[in-house]
Every structure is written in structure tokens, then in C-alpha cells.
């Protein structure tokens, strides 16, 4: 964990002199979205709070946040621990995904639309891929769809979702072959955006509705596998 601590006070920064639980709570969900404290980790408030230089109060109301997001779980007499997901977790996520995604595609009016932050996540999905950085390419499919929530323009929705596709990256996170999870959908989010720069708003949901499913499937497949594997 020496690491994780390592890079997490590299962020104290980021607090400022107005240390928050909010701000904390942000810089731990961005890191568990990345992978830093995977599924099943402790989290430590003394190394925690003496590498972001918070206090005790403030780093426990961060948790409680967290927790609240389905992030974080408090067991009784043992401490903080990121969550592991269930496969029923994993389901109700793409429920959501599937509910927002394709309403925020139906929505989008007359085009043309602003695509150019879908577009760099496209590229950016293809470079870590000939890069053969497979960690990277699941980090640029979650820009990806980030990007197209945000063509609805909703504060609120960018909100939402933000929670949910940190909460989906646990799941994400005990994967044991990313590249055949990922490799297919960088194809597809490319199809996506030439459709939806073409004007084809029907037909690029209809190809998101199908993307969901089968992303679903694939991740339900790999992950109860791995779940069932590791379960004592």
C-alpha cells in the first residue's frame, strides 16, 4: 500500500487550505476509479489522513460519503473497505447505464452535435491500444461514455453517472483478461461516433441499446466467474 500512499499525497495539493470531506471524498473516488485501492482494500485513517494531512473527522465524513455512493462499506470492528461488487450489483449498473445512455442519445435534437470530447476518446481508447495498455483502453471506454452523457448538457446527469461508472470500475478492476473484455468496443465506439457525426440519432441508439447488452453479458460472464473462483 507504501504506493498508493505514495500517490494519494501527491494530491494534497489539491485540497487547498479549505480541506473538505467533499474534496477528499473526490480525490478517493477518483483514485479507486483508477484502480489504486482495488476491491476488498482497507483503507487506513491514519495513513490515509497523514498523507492527505486531513483530520480524522473529516477523512470519516469523506467515507461516509463514499459509502452513501456504494464505493466504500463499513464493517463492524474491522474498518473501511472498498466494496466488492455483486453480479446483482453489476446488473443494476447497466439497468442505469442502459436507462441514461440511450435517453441522453434519444434526446439530442437536430444535429450537428458536439462531438469533439467523443472523438478524443475514441483516439485515445486507439492509442493506449497500440500501446498494448489494456488498463488504459477500460480508462478511455469509461471517457467515452462520460463524454456522451455529457452531449446532454446536464449538470445533474454528469453527476449521477459519475458515481455510477466509478462504481462500475470495480468491477472492471478484477478482470483477468482486459483486452478480450475491452478490444471489441473500441471498434464500436469508433461505429458510434461516425454515426452520430453523420446525424443518425435512431440508429446510433439502437447500436448503443445492443452495445449495453452484449457489454453486460461479457462483464456478468467474466465477472461471476471470477467472483464464484474467489469466493471462500
Not at 505514495?6 to 473526490?26: I, P, W
Not at 491500444?129 to 463524454?147: L, Y
Amino acid at each position: 500500500m507504501a504506493a498508493e500512499l505514495t500517490g494519494l499525497a501527491d494530491d494534497r495539493a489539491l485540497l487547498g487550505r479549505t480541506s473538505t470531506a467533499e474534496r477528499v471524498s473526490d480525490i478517493l473516488r477518483s483514485r479507486i476509479a483508477e484502480g489504486f485501492f482495488p476491491p476488498g482494500t482497507r483503507l487506513s485513517e491514519d495513513s490515509i489522513g497523514g498523507a492527505l494531512g486531513v483530520s480524522r473527522n473529516t477523512l470519516r465524513e469523506a467515507f461516509r460519503l463514499l459509502t452513501h455512493e456504494r464505493l466504500l462499506v463499513h464493517e463492524l470492528n474491522r474498518g473501511v473497505f472498498v466494496r466488492v461488487l455483486t453480479v446483482e450489483d453489476v446488473e443494476d449498473i447497466y439497468r442505469t447505464r442502459r436507462l441514461v445512455e440511450c435517453a441522453v442519445v434519444h434526446g439530442l435534437g437536430k444535429p450537428p452535435y458536439g462531438l469533439e470530447g467523443l472523438a478524443e476518446a475514441v483516439a485515445e481508447g486507439q492509442r493506449f491500444a497500440r500501446e498494448g495498455d489494456w488498463k488504459g483502453v477500460s480508462t478511455a471506454n469509461i471517457h467515452f461514455h462520460r463524454e456522451l452523457v455529457a452531449l446532454a448538457g446536464s449538470a445533474r446527469t454528469d453527476e449521477l453517472m459519475r458515481s455510477v461508472f466509478a462504481e462500475l470500475r470495480l468491477a472492471f478492476h478484477v478482470v483477468d483478461n482486459p483486452r478480450k473484455l475491452y478490444e471489441p468496443y473500441l471498434a464500436r465506439n469508433l461505429l458510434i461516433l461516425r454515426t452520430l457525426q453523420r446525424g443518425e440519432r435512431d440508429e446510433a441508439e439502437r447500436m448503443l441499446a445492443a452495445y449495453l447488452d452484449d457489454s453486460l453479458r461479457g462483464l456478468v460472464e467474466v465477472y461471476g466467474r471470477r467472483v464464484r473462483d474467489s469466493a471462500p
